[in-house]
């Protein structure tokens, strides 16, 4: 057997040296995502399960049932409105100073919004001023969180390898069940407290928590290095004075494609988790701990679903992956709500958790790989963070607030099923008209 020299040791020494780097820099990388992207969700999910179960009660109390219902409703989706405006903001200073200052100044904004909705005064307390100011709050949130995603999904993606991108994006998105596990496993616990303590400060306890969250996210936040795509941009030129009118010049199509690709996930999600919660509770006469352990082991199984599905597009490509969430969509919408009318406690937990991977984590999955995909590294930001968010502001916002009006005028609930069934029809259409981007060089994009 030849012995190595002392030069060819060294070569052998520093390869497993870098080798081990990496590996170390990406688990810190994914660690910090994960963590960051689920104080997040927590925060913005949080209000979403206040929305659909008291705050008619504690800040439109003015109104009548289904005004104050719709009022609550439409508070939550004013969040959804702004995300947009959180998108353009930090997408365009993403695109110019880099994603991991964007990502502190979001998670701080959210964080503190959050905070101050469990330090809020109700109207019974302070009158019309309540909800002004609860609605300014949400968008705050609805703004940081618009710049979030875009942020922690770059920074995952740009980092990865080519074949890897998938996989490790989708376990960035984890972070979205998991918020969904903390922020209704904290209202669950606070509404087991008399109605009279939960209404009076039960309900604030999960708000208040959120600050501790935030400051974990932070420090873990502070050891994650730039991506390294946007230090190789940023070398070669200049970076774009304003990269969303590039966007817009030069990615037309992906920014269309982006949102058609999103519109059908956001929106089942968020039917499932505001909307049919809302249904099954007030008008199937289910009760909330039900719709709330439904909702709870729907997200609990997305652990597994939704990196699976990432790891799935790396495999067999992006596109695979949307055409069946979206027909899942579509096929799953009528049924999902005579299941649930069935009133039976364990039809309704295993409907919610099927069809919450079925039409949601083979969506979300690839998405934190494929929508980055479909633009070039100096609009990156810009262009996903716009585009994910528009669609989020149609599907996710308006989705409950449409839901509520549909069944108040139609009286049927499948005028909702309609609604759900076409916008997956968007998301077939956007996929076809989509090209296949796994494997893609980012840094030709």
Known sequence: MAILQSDQLDVLSAGTSDETSEKTR???IMISSVIGTTVEWYDFLLYGTAAALLFNKLFFPAFDPFVGTIASLASFAAGFIARPLGGAIFGHFGDRIG?????MITMFMMGGATFLIGL??????????????LITLRILQGIGLGGEWGGAALMVVEHAPPNRRGFFGGIVQVGFPLGIVLSTAAFAAVSRLPEAQFLAWGWRL????SIGLVMVGLVIRLRVSESPEFLKAMKHDAPIKMPLLEVFRSYKRSFFVSVGLK????????LLSVFLVMYGNKTVGIPKTVMLSGLL???TLEFITVPLAGYLSDIFGRKPLYYFGAASTVLAAFPLFWLVQSGDPMTVIITMAVCMSLGHATLFGPQAACIPELFGTK?????????????AAIGGGLTPIAATSLMAFTGHIESVSCLIALLGIFTLIATYAAGETSGSDLSKT
Not at 206 to 209: C, E, G, K, N, Q
Not at 263 to 270: D, G, K, L, T
């Open 26 to 28: 990406m688990r810190v």
């Open 379 to 391: 609009v990156r930001y810009s262009g996903c963070s716009l585009g994910v968010q528009v669609a």
């Open 297 to 299: 082991l729907a997200a």
């Open 263 to 270: 519109i059908s996930e956001v929106a089942w999600v968020y």
């Open 99 to 103: 994603r991991k200052t964007m990502l």
């Open 206 to 209: 999960p708000f208040l928590i």
């Open 120 to 133: 809020l005064p109700t109207y019974s307390q302070i009158g019309v001023w309540a909800p002004v100011i």
